[in-house]
């Protein structure tokens, strides 16, 4: 999918969610600063950005959207921590998670947790084929 195509599909796709579901976006590599344009001009603020790899940063308040770069390269640790740290209180936020590699196929061989993965994608979008599930 080109750029032209995900600009014009992400802000009437993420204006028709419901506020407050879990989106995980899968993009071609290099395709984050278009997902994160998008998402910083229709999120509720406050839009929060944690570029990973690095360090989780997760924000102490769970309001707004949290818009996570390349979750697929959380480390387990780090994986613990996120699942824990939305299942207490995070009604309040929307976390938008963008990867390049399929998440269930990392699900599959035990690289990823699956709890976190179902609980990221209560919504998922696919810009490489232009597909979406909830």
């Not at 707004?64 to 209180?89: K, S």
Request: proline content about 7%; charged content about 15%.
């Amino acid at each position: 999918m080109t750029s032209e195509a995900i600009n014009q599909l992400l802000p009437v796709w993420l204006a028709a969610q419901r506020p407050r579901h879990h989106v995980l976006v899968r993009c071609r590599r290099g395709g984050f600063s278009s997902v994160a344009a998008e998402v910083m001009s229709l999120g509720t603020p406050p839009v929060r950005l944690c570029p990973l790899p690095g360090p989780l940063d997760l924000p102490p308040d769970k309001e707004g959207t949290l818009l996570l770069n390349d979750v697929a390269a959380l480390d387990l640790g780090d994986q613990i921590a996120l699942y824990d740290w939305l299942g207490t209180g995070a009604a309040g936020l929307r976390v938008i998670s963008v990867t390049a590699e399929p998440l269930a196929a990392l699900v599959a061989r035990g690289a990823f947790l699956g709890g976190l993965f179902h609980r990221l994608g209560a919504v998922q979008l696919d810009l490489t084929t232009g597909e979406f599930s909830s």
